[in-house]
């Protein structure tokens, strides 16, 4: 039987674990997803403002926060500095596949999406 004080310890525990499993499941990806397929040599202000509000948020993980950056930097290409943290993103099994595969899309960008990577895109844009 609960008491009062077990209870309010297991209210405690399942909020303050609820930030953790959003941030596990890569939340932001759908958002970023989006961006990287509508993208033209680089993102608009609209889209830059948008990754910006993805990489200030505390609530995203630091991996989607770092790929929210990569992005939102583009110039034609993901700079040398965020293709490097990009492909640590990308080979770090612990983090969710689809931020993962996402990473490994945007290393590829060479002043948009191909045809392949769009697709992908696609998938990734739609919330699970």
Known sequence: MFTQSSLAVLV????????LLSV??????PAMAGVVM??????SDDQKAALAKIADDSSYS?????????????????SAEDSERLA????????????RTLANVVIGINHMPSAEDKETLAELSTPH
């Open 12 to 19: 405690f525990v399942v909020f303050a674990t609820l930030p």
């Open 24 to 29: 596990a499941g890569g939340h932001g990806v």
């Open 38 to 43: 509508e993208l033209q040599h680089f993102p």
């Open 62 to 78: 630091e991996a989607e926060r770092q790929v929210a950056t990569a992005i939102a930097n583009i110039q034609h290409k993901v």
């Open 88 to 99: 640590a993103i990308a080979a770090d099994e612990s983090l969710p596949e689809s931020l």
